[in-house]
């Protein structure tokens, strides 16, 4: 095996761990948190804002679960302080009830030309 690398190639690990692949989201308006710990929410849930706003997502769907209350209250505090969120509350009980949270967000400026 050469153990000279090509230009611009990188170093790839052979393996990477299950659990830190990259995984790619659906962008259908639809984030379920089941499977994110709590310390990813601060930086999954803006950057996921902002990739529905640039989509005309502007009508969400955050599922966090019911259990004691942790995970909805750390995603309303987050929704609270985003600049894009015009409004969130509890959704209704045909989509998630206290388990789940509904975000309308700013329109995306319009850019001209």
């Known amino acids: 095996m050469d153990s000279k690398k090509k230009?611009?190639?990188?170093?790839?690990?052979?393996e990477t761990p299950p659990g830190d692949a990259p995984v790619e989201?659906?962008?259908d308006g639809v984030l379920d948190l089941h499977t994110?710990?709590?310390r990813e929410l601060g930086g999954l849930i803006p950057d996921w804002?902002?990739?529905?706003?640039e989509r005309g997502l502007l009508e969400l769907r955050i599922i966090h679960g019911k259990g004691i209350g942790n995970v909805q209250r750390s995603v309303h505090a987050i929704l609270a302080r985003h600049p894009e969120v015009v409004r969130?509350?509890?959704a209704g009980a045909h989509y998630g009830g206290?388990?789940?949270?509904?975000?309308?967000?700013?329109?995306?400026?319009?850019?001209?030309?």
């Open 88 to 90: 969130y509350g509890l």
């Open 36 to 38: 994110f710990r709590p």
């Open 98 to 113: 206290s388990g789940a949270t509904i975000v309308h967000l700013r329109a995306p400026p319009r850019q001209e030309g």
């Open 25 to 27: 989201l659906p962008m």
């Open 7 to 14: 230009p611009g190639s990188a170093a790839v690990p052979a």
């Open 49 to 53: 804002l902002a990739a529905c706003q």
